[in-house]
Structures are given as C-alpha cells and as structure tokens.
C-alpha cells in the first residue's frame, strides 16, 4: 500500500509518515519499482501502535524506546503515565486555583494581580520563615489567608495566619467555616482553631455547630473557644474533657466561668458529681474542676469528696475544700 492509501485510512498525514520513517518508528518494509514507499500490513498495524501510544501522552521518543527494548510490558508504561498525568493533573490545579484566587480578589489592574500573585508565592513557599512573613505583612486578600491557614501544618506560621484573619475580623469566617466541612480531619482542626481567634455571634455560632463534630480535638477546640463564649451547650464537652483528662484544666476554668450562671452552675455540678464512680485519677480531676465551681453546691460535693475511700482523692478534695 503506497504513503498516500495509508494516510487516507489511518489518518495519520503523509508528513507525518515520513518523519516515522526518519526516526525509525515505522520504516515501510518495501518499494515499489519506482521507489515509492510500500508498506505492509504488518506497517500498518505498527503505525496505529505508535498512534495509540502517542494518545496516552508518550513523546515518540519514548514510543520509540519502547518499541525496541524486547523487556518492555505494557504494565510499566501505563504505571509510568499514570504518575505522570497525576503529577500534571495537580499542577493544574494548582494553576485552576492560583487564578481563581486572582479572580475572587477581584484585581482592578495589573498591580493588583501582581501584588496577589506575590502574595501567592509567599503562602505558598516551601519556606516556613518565608510564609510567616507573608502572614504577617499587611494582606488585604483573607480569603488567601484562609486558604492558607486551612493547609499550613508548621505551628508558627499557622499561628501568624490566625493572629492575621483575626486581625481582619469576620471577613474570613466563610473560608474557615467551610474547612470545618472538609473530610481531612487536620482541615477540620485547623478551621476550629483559627475560628476560635475570630469575633462575633456567627463564629460563636460556628463553634456551637462544630461541638458535634465527628472529631474528638475539632469538639474540644470547639467547646473550649464556644464555652468561653457562654455557650451553654458546650458543657458535656468540656465535663468529658475533665473526665478524660485531656485539656482538664483550661476546660475546668471555662466550666468555673459558666457557672457563674447558677442554674448552670448546678447542672454542671451534678454533670460532675455523676463521674464520681470512676478511678481515683478522675475523682481527683472531679474534685479539681468542683474547685473552680462557684456556689454552695460544688463547696457541697468537695466535701464529700473529703471522705472519699481513697486517700490522696480524700486529702486533695479537704484541700480544696479548705480554700474555698
């Protein structure tokens, strides 16, 4: 079959065929009398290999090399083009990202746009020192630094990105609130985290709907923020975070401070005082919180506490009893 009945059916053009032939991709194994190109069916079925391979991303060198190495399978060429269209894939995206921050900050000429895309770089160098200066620079964009703050693991830049939002005020709740949806569990915590430093009843309102988050740190952060707050709601958090032993004190003071309500200041007592069966170590931390507790009723159960079967429950609670 001469070039120009080849190119008509494969599809592929007569140029093309020539350059195969120049590179030794698919060389027409005859020639007519007058020399034309003559390929044969087994060239023809070589050409769509080379084309289809070129389909998944190959260059033709590499289609080339794996024409001729007698070891290569098709195994190792698909795992290669997968990591490399995943590895272009997110940088794409990255890209798609890059210029959609661009577009939501809504530049009004090109200073703007390089003063985002400056902004950009520093956020995202693999620097910490250098992020933290971005941070911490006079940033107008608080989406970005919500962007940010939702993605940064190293502790110290991300707490230059929470003194930052916060210093913006409300403006950056969106972009965290929606971090607290994320199913990355670190997203989600360091959402709360950053919600924490923000004002107003709509991030009071964000920390009472994060308090049933699936997360135990998201719930704590959450209480802990949402009951200094006098959200009420955050007490069976805060009285199981006594229990557990985990963050026991600063939930002890911020149990201290709601019940300065004194109808809550009894629920809190009673919610105490019902954990009082367990191991010495939790009665101890019981008795700890009690202490913080204003009112009759928490000086009440202390006391008990001072006859406890345990010696150093007993001691600790006659202790504190004594203080009040």
């Known amino acids: 079959m001469l070039i120009g009945e080849v ?183 360091r959402a709360v985290q950053a919600i924490a430093e923000l004002p107003g009843d709509e991030a009071t309102a964000v920390l009472t709907g994060a308090l049933e988050d699936a997360d135990p740190a998201v719930r704590r952060h959450a209480a802990l923020a949402a009951g200094n707050r006098g959200t009420t709601a955050a007490v069976p958090v805060l009285v199981g975070m006594v229990i557990e032993g985990t963050n026991d004190v600063e939930a002890a003071e911020v149990l201290g401070t709601l019940a300065a309500d004194a109808e809550l200041g009894e629920r809190i007592v009673r919610a105490l005082t019902e954990e009082l069966t367990g191991a010495p170590a939790v009665r101890i931390r019981v008795a700890q919180a009690l202490a913080e507790l204003p009112g009759t009723t928490a000086r009440d159960a202390l006391r008990r506490l001072g006859d406890d079967e345990d010696a150093a429950v007993a001691l600790i609670a006659s202790a504190l009893a004594g203080e009040q």
């Open 7 to 189: 190119a008509r059916r494969s599809g592929v053009s007569t140029r093309m065929l020539r350059h195969y032939d120049s590179l030794g991709l698919v060389r027409p194994t005859g020639r007519t009398v007058g020399g034309y190109r003559e390929y044969s069916e087994a060239d023809i079925r070589r050409i769509f290999h080379v084309e289809g391979l070129r389909s998944l991303g190959m260059s033709l060198r590499q289609i080339g090399q794996a024409l001729a190495d007698p070891a290569f399978t098709p195994s190792t060429l698909v795992g290669d083009l997968i990591r490399r269209t995943e590895d272009r894939l997110k940088r794409e995206q990255e890209l798609l990202e890059r210029l959609r921050a661009i577009d939501a900050s809504e530049p009004a000429g090109w200073d703007s746009v390089l003063h985002v895309v400056e902004l950009l770089h520093g956020l995202d160098s693999p620097d910490p020192s250098r992020r933290q200066r971005a941070a911490l620079a006079p940033v107008e964009d608080v989406p970005l630094l919500a962007k940010a703050v939702l993605s940064e693991a190293n502790p110290n830049v991300a707490g230059a990105l929470r003194w930052a939002l916060a210093r913006a005020g409300a403006d950056g709740l969106a972009g965290l609130t929606a971090g607290l949806r994320s199913a990355d569990v670190d997203v989600r915590r």
